[in-house]
């Protein structure tokens, strides 16, 4: 087991186990309450306690996006952990099957459905892409103390399929989503980039575009996934 949650945060930039906060904080800024509002920690029932490891963010009613790489699956032992969610920053959680999660399989993104189609979202993220300069807000856990934190930085490159920006990139906050000033979600928190010389590291990740993109398209491979199912 240590050498999963070892695994997990040094080669996937996912969070140590860590607590939740214990009541909603004061936050200034609009942008950054709305990344706090779209925050979902994700952790891994190991030894029946949730080891978190990771975030996500709602995209619909009823579901969860966040990185590809957050998950459960054990590379030693091949042994995948039960998925955790939790809607209420970590107080308490609840169970995702493996089967209700969807892994894109060109990008690091996952969309994972929520149980009993329930309407747990009432605002769920809205995407744009980003822009060179701008400023951006997220909320993630932080891999190396018991911490829910925020983020602020600025927009430093922009490509078709990601972008990169000055925010810290501590590694529970995989999965997050990088909010603009207006709102919208410009970008998901995928990895670090990460220069030794000067010991210093950004935040990169998929942009907003594209995972509006990736929306679309999954919503139409669920047409299908559910069709298939009744026809079974």
Known sequence: MKKFLSFILTILLISMPIQGVSKDPKI?????????????PIACLIDDRPEQIGTGFPISKNEVATA????????????????LI????GKTWMEVPDDAQFTNGEYDFKIMILPGGVEFFKKP????????????SGFGLMGV???HIA???YITY????????????????????LVG??????????????????????????????????????LEFKKVYQADGKNE
């Open 181 to 218: 000033e207006d709102g919208k979600v410009v970008g998901i928190v995928n990895w670090g980039v990460v220069d030794e010389r000067l010991s210093a590291t950004t935040s990169a990740g998929l942009q907003g575009s594209l995972l509006a993109d990736m929306y679309k398209s999954f």
């Open 158 to 177: 922009v490509a078709p399929d990601y972008y990169v920006a000055t925010n810290i990139p501590y590694g529970g906050f995989s999965g997050s989503a």
């Open 86 to 89: 939790s809607l209420d920053h």
């Open 68 to 83: 590809g790489h957050v998950s459960c699956d054990n590379p030693y032992t091949y042994e995948t952990y039960p998925t």
């Open 28 to 40: 200034e800024g609009d942008a950054l309450k709305r990344a706090y509002e779209l925050h979902i």
């Open 125 to 136: 993220a809205k995407f744009r892409e980003p822009v060179l300069g701008e400023e951006v």
């Open 151 to 153: 983020s602020k930085g």
């Open 145 to 147: 103390a018991d911490l």
